[in-house]
């Protein structure tokens, strides 16, 4: 796991700060990509991630990178996120597990949208209010650290 990480997100973020991506934006961009990559959307992460690239003029090989490699633990916050937006809004408990969850899924994505509706809005009400505060916290200590690991000097435009 460690090879596969270092591979696949810990080189070409370094080799980004090499090629120039200052610091705070490599940071920003990765902080993005991990808060919106966690949305409780299948599926929407992607455009989300690239529209806040275009719009925020981000780094988008970083964002997307990191949004590709959180597919997991976007699919096990799933059930967290939709009882702490049950827990904001007061709702009952939603009756669903990760496994009856996959088997909705399992029989197409229109059925489980519209059996899941109200799951999918609670859960997406969960993320809207932590997405924010995992972005700023992640943004500033991501800047800390890539100040600390980038290039001593500015890269010389050519």
Excluded: K
């Amino acid at each position: 796991m460690r090879d596969f990480l270092q591979r696949r997100l810990v080189n070409p973020l370094l080799a980004l700060l090499r090629q120039g991506v200052t610091p705070d934006a490599l940071a920003l961009s990765v902080a993005l990509g991990i808060a919106i990559g966690l949305i409780p959307v299948l599926g929407a992460s992607t455009a989300l991630c690239a529209l806040a690239a275009l719009a925020l003029r981000l780094n988008m090989p970083a964002i997307q990178i990191v949004n590709y490699l959180l597919t997991p633990l976007q699919l096990l916050l799933i059930i967290p996120l939709l009882r702490f937006g049950e827990w904001i809004s007061r709702s009952p408990r939603f009756p669903i597990t990760l496994e009856s969850g996959l088997a909705l899924l399992s029989n197409g994505i229109f059925n489980a949208v519209n059996v899941l509706w109200t799951a999918i809005v609670h859960a997406t009400l969960g993320w809207i209010v932590l997405a924010p505060l995992v972005a700023f916290v992640l943004y500033r200590v991501l800047c800390v650290v890539f100040r600390r690991v980038g290039p001593a000097r500015p890269v010389e435009a050519r």
